[in-house]
C-alpha cells in the first residue's frame, strides 16, 4: 500500500499526553512519500543554550506514547522528518525500514526542557532504531542525520545502514 497526502508534513499522528499515553501499535508495511517541506516551518530550540533547532513535524509524529513499532516500512521522497518521537515517548521502535531522499532526519527524537531540566519526564527514553537503511538523507535540512536526538537518551541504534550525507551518531 503507498500513502500520498503532499499537502500537509504529517500523514499519520500517534498523541496521547505523559499522564495518559498511547500504547501498543504497530505500523506495518506502509510507503510513506510526498509530505510537505519542512525547512520554512518554524523551528523549535531546546533551552538549554544550544544552537540548533528543528521542526518539531514529521510524516510519522509519535507523542505521548509507549509501545509503539513502525516495521518494515519505506520513507520515500519526504520534504521534512520522517519519524518524530516527540515528548513522552517510551519502549518504541523503527525495525526494518528503508529511508530515503528525506528532505531533513530519518528519525528525530524531540523532548523538552526548562533550562536544562528534564524531571518533567518529556522526553523520548528508552527507543529502538535497528536494522534500517537510510540514504540521501537531509536534502533541505543540512543538520539532518539518519537518526538525530534532541533532549532524549537511551536509544539502541544496531544493525542500521546509513550512507550519501547521513549520520546514526546521536
Not at 510524516?59 to 518494515?72: C, L, P, R, T, Y
Not at 522528518?81 to 517510551?90: E, G, I, K, P, T
Not at 526542557?113 to 532504531?129: A, K, L
Amino acid at each position: 500500500p503507498t500513502v500520498v497526502l503532499v499537502t500537509d508534513e504529517s500523514i499519520i499522528e500517534v498523541v496521547g499526553t505523559q499522564a495518559a499515553p498511547v500504547s501498543d501499535i504497530t505500523i506495518q508495511g506502509i510507503t510513506f512519500t510526498g509530505a510537505a517541506k519542512t525547512f520554512l516551518a518554524p523551528h523549535q530550540a531546546s533551552t538549554n543554550g544550544a544552537d540548533w533547532a528543528a521542526p518539531r513535524r514529521a510524516a510519522v509524529k509519535i507523542e505521548g506514547a509507549h509501545s509503539i513499532s513502525i516495521q518494515q516500512c519505506t520513507f520515500d521522497t519526504l520534504g521534512g522528518n520522517a519519524v518524530l518521537w516527540s515528548d513522552y515517548v517510551r519502549n518504541s521502535s523503527v525495525l526494518n525500514s528503508t529511508f530515503q531522499w528525506l528532505g531533513e532526519n530519518g528519525v528525530l527524537a524531540f523532548g523538552t526542557d526548562q533550562f536544562g531540566d528534564v524531571t518533567s519526564g518529556e522526553y523520548p527514553v528508552n527507543n529502538t532504531v535497528e536494522e534500517c537503511l537510510f540514504r540521501e538523507i537531509g536534502v533541505y535540512g543540512k543538520h539532518s542525520g539518519a537518526y538525530a536526538e534532541f533532549v532524549a537518551g537511551a536509544v539502541k541504534l544496531a544493525n542500521n545502514i546509513a550512507f550519501n550525507g547521513a549520520s546514526v551518531h546521536p
